[in-house]
Every structure is written in structure tokens, then in C-alpha cells.
């Protein structure tokens, strides 16, 4: 079954702390998306990727970073310097051109 | 830079009332897209538009896209209580290479 996978569901990171959050993707699309979501807002682009080994940044990609080793995988860090991380992260793929489709997202809180 | 703006950002209506989401880009879209995210979900393709002023219907939802490529609306005809969420639109730029996110729309819905 095709789709797309974000891992953890909730994750929780402390004071100074880097966390990884997992996306993974088994429908061969080229392009691949990270998007933050904060509590009644709209979708803010993180980083993007159209082939492998490449990615641009998006409208907010202080304090993360990705990279795109694998065409199926996108993982996404939050490091420290991202001093306010507490949102719902959502990672999306696609055909150039095409619907994007999405994972179920984690969603990130500060302990 | 690009931007697309959405209205309205909140809508409270009756059930069996009908609803209409607005989204108006600064430049020239290749298509937009439409997208439902239903409360602690992720957002859902709806549909995609990308000839001037064409008009798609699925069942009571009517999505078009305007003459000039850079206004759409969303029109939902007598509204039920699975209507609600939060409904976005999104234009691709002229390299198709990323989405230009409205803020969305969230409809409720009273029964």
C-alpha cells in the first residue's frame, strides 16, 4: 500500500536538544516537502527537495535542517537554535506539477 | 514575493446553508489546488484546476478558477456537519517547483 510515513506520531524535546523527525515515502515521487503548522495557521514551508542530493530552503529553515540521501526519505531537524518548536510538523510528497499527498505529521512539544 | 490570499478565515453557518471560501494570487498560477484538513488531521487533496475559468463540481462542492489564473473560490452548497474543517487552496508558480499556501478557511458547522 502506497504512501507516505512520519515518524514519531509525538515527540518531545528537551532544553538544547536536536530531534529528528522521520519521513519516508513509497509512491517514487522526486519531490519532497516539510512544512510547520502552528494551532490555527496555515501550512509554512521548512525545506524542500526535488531530486536527490539536492533540497532549497523554504520559508522558514532557520534552526532546521534536512537532508535527501535516499530518493524514499526526507528527515527533518529541529536543533537547539530553533527556539520555539512546539508545532505540528507535516512532510508531503509529489510528481512536479501533480497533488501533493501527506503523511499523518508529528507533532512536537518542549519538555 | 508570491502570495495567496484566502477569505474568509473563519465561517460559522448552519447546517444546509451554503459556504464559499475566496483566494486571490498576486501573480499568474500555472494551476491551484484544493485541499480539506479535517481537525487534527492532515490536509487532504480535493482537486486541482489549470485552465482559465474552469469549473469542476464533486457532488455539493463547485471549485473554479478564474479567467485572469489568479483568483479561485470553493462553493459548498447546503453545508453538512462532515463539511467541517479547514479548507486551503494552493497555486503553483510558473517552474512548478513549490506551492503557494492560502492561511485556509475553517468552516463549522452547527447541526
Known amino acids: 500500500d502506497g504512501g507516505i510515513t512520519q515518524s514519531p506520531k509525538y515527540l518531545f524535546r528537551k532544553e538544547g536538544q536536536n530531534v529528528t523527525l522521520s519521513c519516508e515515502q513509497n509512491l517514487n515521487h522526486d519531490a519532497m516537502y516539510w512544512y510547520r503548522q502552528d494551532p490555527g495557521q496555515g501550512l509554512r514551508l521548512i525545506y524542500y527537495s526535488q531530486i536527490v542530493n539536492d533540497f532549497q530552503k523554504g520559508d522558514i529553515a532557520e534552526g532546521y535542517s534536512v537532508s535527501r540521501e535516499k530518493k524514499e526519505s526526507f528527515p527533518l531537524t529541529v536543533t537547539s537554535a530553533q527556539k520555539n518548536p512546539t508545532a505540528f510538523y507535516l512532510c508531503a510528497s509529489r510528481w512536479r506539477g501533480q497533488p501533493q499527498h501527506f503523511g499523518d505529521g508529528t507533532r512536537l512539544s518542549i519538555l | 514575493g508570491q502570495q495567496v490570499m484566502q477569505i474568509p478565515q473563519y465561517q460559522h453557518v448552519q447546517e444546509g446553508e451554503d459556504f464559499t471560501t475566496y483566494c486571490n494570487s498576486s501573480t499568474t498560477l500555472s494551476n491551484i489546488q484544493w485541499y480539506k484538513q479535517r481537525p487534527g488531521g492532515h490536509p487532504v487533496f480535493l482537486i486541482q484546476l489549470v485552465k482559465s475559468g474552469e469549473v469542476k463540481k464533486q457532488k455539493r462542492l463547485t471549485f473554479q478558477f478564474g479567467e485572469a489564473k489568479k483568483n479561485s473560490s470553493l462553493h459548498i452548497t447546503a453545508t453538512q456537519t462532515t463539511d467541517v474543517g479547514t479548507y486551503f487552496c494552493?497555486?503553483?508558480?510558473?517552474?512548478?517547483?513549490?506551492?503557494?499556501w492560502g492561511l485556509g478557511t475553517s468552516l463549522a458547522v452547527n447541526p
Open positions: 494552493a497555486g503553483e508558480d510558473g517552474n512548478n517547483r513549490k506551492l503557494i
